[in-house]
């Protein structure tokens, strides 16, 4: 398992203000600006400064959001949701998902973006793979689903980059893991991570009953109690500092 930390250069400073924002309808205070902040992410262990990934992200401000048709409900209770996995799992072996880690800039400071649904569940972008179907692509194609106008694109306009990190569900309960306990031998799901690289302006197009909120960091690993633990992880993975 890799440990990143994410760091943003800037030649001048402002104070950061750690406040979740609800996307469409922008800040009265929040002014388009052109400014990108250069963001690297390394693994600590390495030793070795040659190993970052350097990549630009651009302020909220530069992006579009509208919304489009709800999705069909479906909602699920707990024993539901057992029952579904098992049957799919028996099927078709272990489930493997891909989510998307995708980042901006607001007041001087790297937000990650996250889907809110029925106000209470927070998810980064993504889901389930079809079979056969590769990383990358069935990445594309939640993200052309969940935030683009165009739904059966081929997915184009989305940059997926290097794979941040895994999780593991052991057993058909909501509990998952950065690693595998070394007692399970069949794991019965499989998380991978993706960086998602943002280009300087976009259209986000996000059903209605789904909400595109603007986290930043700093409160993503602070407030355990709101996040999902791999969600509140993130935060602590990617460790902020302004240089």
């Given at each position: 398992?890799?440990?990143f930390?994410?760091?943003?250069?800037?030649?001048?400073?402002?104070?950061v203000?750690?406040?979740t924002?609800?996307?469409?309808?922008m800040?009265?205070?929040?002014?388009r600006?052109r400014r990108?902040s250069?963001?690297?992410?390394?693994?600590?262990n390495?030793?070795n400064?040659d190993?970052?990934?350097?990549f630009?992200?651009?302020?909220?401000?530069?992006?579009?959001?509208?919304?489009?048709d709800?999705?069909?409900?479906k909602?699920?209770t707990?024993a539901d949701r057992?029952?579904?996995?098992k049957?799919?799992y028996?099927?078709?072996?272990?489930r493997?998902?891909v989510?998307?880690?995708v980042l901006?800039e607001l007041?001087?400071?790297?937000h990650?973006?996250?889907?809110?649904?029925?106000?209470s569940i927070y998810k980064?972008p993504?889901?389930?793979?079809?079979?056969?179907?590769s990383?990358?692509d069935?990445?594309?194609?939640?993200l052309a689903?969940?935030?683009?106008i165009?739904?059966?694109?081929?997915?184009?306009?989305?940059?997926?980059?290097e794979?941040?990190e895994?999780?593991w569900?052991p057993?058909?309960?909501?509990?998952?893991?950065?690693?595998l306990?070394p007692?399970?031998?069949q794991?019965?799901e499989?998380i991978?991570?993706?960086?998602?690289?943002?280009p300087?302006?976009?259209?986000?197009i996000v059903?209605?009953n789904m909400?595109?909120?603007a986290?930043?960091?700093c409160?993503v690993?602070?407030?355990?109690?709101?996040?999902t633990?791999?969600?509140?992880?993130?935060?602590?993975?990617?460790?902020?500092?302004?240089?």
């Open positions: 398992m890799k440990w930390t994410i760091s943003t250069s800037r030649h001048d400073t402002n104070k203000v750690c406040g924002h609800p996307l469409g309808g800040p009265t205070n929040c002014r600006r990108r250069a963001t690297a992410l390394h693994d600590p390495s030793g400064d190993q970052s990934l350097e630009d992200i651009y302020p909220l401000s530069s992006y579009y959001f509208g919304s489009k709800a999705f069909p409900s909602y699920l707990s057992v029952l579904r996995m049957s799919n028996a099927a078709r072996g272990i493997t998902c989510e998307a880690v901006v007041f001087k400071h790297p990650l973006l996250l889907l809110q649904i029925r106000n980064l993504g889901g389930r793979l079809r079979p056969g179907e990383d990358t069935g990445l594309k194609r939640k689903r969940k935030l683009s165009i739904e059966d694109g081929d997915g184009s306009e989305w940059e997926v980059g794979c941040l895994m999780w569900r057993d058909f309960e909501t509990l998952v893991f950065p690693c306990p007692n399970v031998k794991t019965k499989c991978k991570v993706f960086l998602v690289k943002l300087e302006s976009r259209k986000f059903p209605k909400r595109l909120l986290v930043p960091l409160q690993h602070e407030n355990h109690k709101v996040w633990k791999k969600i509140h992880l993130h935060g602590k993975y990617l460790g902020c500092s302004d240089k």
